[in-house]
Structure formats: structure tokens, C-alpha cells
């Protein structure tokens, strides 16, 4: 088994929802530049890549301060699973200021959730880490809450 290297950390995020599981899979592939974003070409031909803007709320000194930073949102092929349905899903930094954390993991939509699984690296390595740490993970907790809410906002619509 690889080792997982020591500035990576698990991530595990859980919103709660009324969904269709089918209908979901529907969104996540044929509508997802409607809500994720403009379509790029992506470098793995099984998984289709986004141009978008993360964005971390820092909601408790000023609710309305956001921070956003263009991304690579890449999504996999949506797999039904017992529950519903699964897709793979990470997200990186568009430029060589990687301000925000990079992502690997899946997206799970069953009838009552979305859940977000997976692993983040804080940008800055070793160091970068020890400061996540110190502070709570905010910036990828608050990363992954808000892509979470816009899933859950945009499976609503359709």
C-alpha cells in the first residue's frame, strides 16, 4: 500500500437533501456547465473538466468577504452505486498561485445526501500544512462546503 504523504489530509463533508438519484446523474453530466462552469478540454479522456471559481466564504468576522480563485473542476463518470449514485471529483488551481487546496476524491448522491470524500494537499507542502492544521482546515472545509451547497442548489433547479 503507498503511503499517503504528510501535508495531505482526509476530508469528509455530508449535506443534507432531497434528491432523485438518477435524475442527479442527469445533472452532473449533461447540465454541468450550467452550474460548475465553462467547459475545457481535460487531460484524462474519461472525465470531463471545468474552468470555475472556488470560492471561500469567511463567514464569521464578514459574512459577505469571499475569496475566489479559478479552478480546474474535473469530474468523472457518474457510477450507480446501491445508494444512489457516485462520481469521482478533485479540483486544482487553474495558475501557478495554487491559493486554494487541491482536491481528490468522490461525490456520493443518494435520496437524503451529498457527501464529499476524499483528500486535499494545502498549498505551500509540509509547511502549508502545519498552518492548516493551526487553523482548522478552513480554507479547504469552507472550499468543499460552498462547491457542496452549489451542487446541492443546482440539483434542486433541475
Not at 480563485?69 to 468523472?76: N, Q, T
Not at 471529483?89 to 468522490?106: C, D, E, K
Not at 502549508?128 to 487553523?135: C, E, K, P
Request: glycine letters at 6%; hydrophobic letters at 40%.
Amino acid at each position: 500500500m503507498a503511503s499517503v504523504p504528510s501535508h495531505v489530509t482526509p476530508l469528509r463533508l455530508v449535506q443534507p437533501a432531497s434528491l432523485q438519484p438518477a435524475r442527479a446523474a442527469a445533472v452532473l453530466t449533461a447540465q454541468a456547465e450550467e452550474w460548475l462552469g465553462s467547459p475545457v478540454e481535460s487531460t484524462d479522456p474519461s472525465s470531463r473538466r471545468y474552468l470555475t471559481d472556488l470560492t471561500l466564504p469567511v463567514r464569521d468576522r464578514a459574512p459577505t468577504l469571499t475569496f475566489k480563485k479559478a479552478a480546474y473542476v474535473d469530474l468523472g463518470p457518474v457510477r450507480d452505486t446501491a445508494e444512489g449514485c457516485e462520481v469521482d471529483i478533485g479540483w486544482q488551481s487553474s495558475s501557478m498561485a495554487p491559493l486554494f487546496p487541491v482536491f481528490a476524491g468522490h461525490l456520493t448522491l443518494t435520496r437524503t445526501e451529498l457527501r464529499l470524500d476524499g483528500y486535499y494537499a494545502p498549498p505551500g507542502g509540509d509547511i502549508g500544512a502545519v498552518l492548516d492544521r493551526a487553523f482548522l482546515n478552513i480554507a479547504a472545509r469552507g472550499t468543499a462546503r460552498w462547491f457542496l451547497g452549489r451542487a446541492a442548489e443546482a440539483l434542486k433547479r433541475y
